[in-house]
């Protein structure tokens, strides 16, 4: 795939470490051909970025906070001195405090309700507000990352189901307004995987050992599956492709109940 994305270049958002999801799709597209550049949160992490970003020959790492509008002005502004255009941008980021991930929904608090809605869906408007004037010369691909919680009830995801619903609606409506300017705009929902963030919800590893026993697949996703799924949606082979939820989950999202073997 060295060649398909060839003279691309965009904005990856998102990387915890080398297990976050947002890296399996950051590498897919250095692989494919793609030039990046990474938002990173906090010394911590940008210390945690700064050898992956050096591996796929980045040398561009701006410290974002999505929930602060002057902090998402600068990196934008930075990013564009850098490259008038850009043909995509990841967004992996989303937030609920960890003590509310487990547990009944019912005890969801306002606090951490409006915080994990703003950061987890939100910000994803923000950053197709200041994305689009990057991408209306040439059109481009917004990417984000839901999951399956979202329209289904998943023990202890609470409140980021909600999150992630609404920014599946928000995908939808992005898709609507920035369509006509070439901008694609698609989500991602692999299956339960193991990283940072999904370590955060209660009852994880049952979760991911239960996905892998019963998909059709008996499978769970994996990060080159759904970094080569981002290679399709941002290359040309995407091209018609606009406002879907792309699972990448085994076939999990298909089943009514457990395989029989597992009743």
């Given at each position: 795939?060295g060649?398909?994305l060839k ?7 998102g ?6 999801i ?6 897919a597209?250095h692989e494919?051909?793609?030039?990046l ?17 050096q591996?796929?020959?980045?040398d ?5 906070d999505?929930t602060d509008?002057?902090?998402?002005d600068a ?20 937030f609920?405090?960890k003590?509310?991930?487990t547990?009944?929904f ?6 951490n309700?409006?915080?994990?809605m ?8 923000e ?9 209306v010369e040439n ?5 984000t990352?839901?999951y399956d919680?979202?329209?289904?009830v998943?023990p202890?995801?609470n409140?980021?189901g909600?999150?992630?619903?609404a920014?599946?609606s928000?995908?939808?409506y992005?898709a ?21 963030a ?6 994880a590893?049952k979760t ?11 499978s769970?996703?994996t990060?080159?599956a ?5 290679v399709?949606?941002v ?8 406002g ?5 989950d085994?076939?999990f999202?298909?089943?009514g109940m ?6």
């Amino acid at each position: 795939m060295g060649e398909l994305l060839k003279g691309k270049r965009g904005l990856i958002m998102g990387v915890a470490n080398d297990r976050s999801i947002a890296w399996g799709i950051a590498k897919a597209l250095h692989e494919a051909g793609a030039e990046l550049a990474f938002t990173y949160q906090g010394e911590a992490f940008g210390k945690r970025l700064e050898p992956l970003a050096q591996s796929v020959g980045s040398d561009f790492m701006v410290d974002v906070d999505v929930t602060d509008d002057a902090s998402l002005d600068a990196a934008f502004e930075q990013l564009g001195a850098r490259w008038p255009t850009i043909d995509f941008v990841v967004h992996a980021i989303a937030f609920s405090d960890k003590s509310e991930l487990t547990g009944r929904f019912l005890n969801t608090s306002r606090t951490n309700f409006k915080n994990s809605m703003d950061i987890s869906c939100y910000s994803f408007i923000e950053v197709a507000r200041r994305a689009h004037p990057l991408m209306v010369e040439n059109g481009g691909t917004l990417l984000t990352l839901t999951y399956d919680g979202s329209i289904k009830v998943v023990p202890n995801y609470n409140v980021m189901g909600v999150a992630k619903a609404a920014l599946e609606s928000a995908t939808r409506y992005l898709a609507n307004d920035l369509g006509p300017e070439g901008i694609r705009v698609n989500a991602i929902s692999p299956g339960p995987m193991k990283t940072l963030a999904g370590a955060a919800i209660g009852g994880a590893r049952k979760t991911y050992k239960f996905t892998e026993q019963n998909t059709p697949l008996r499978s769970n996703a994996t990060l080159e599956a759904v970094g080569g799924t981002a290679v399709y949606l941002v290359s040309d082979a995407g091209a018609c492709t606009t406002g879907e939820i792309l699972h990448v989950d085994g076939g999990f999202h298909i089943l009514g109940m457990p395989q029989a073997e597992n009743i």
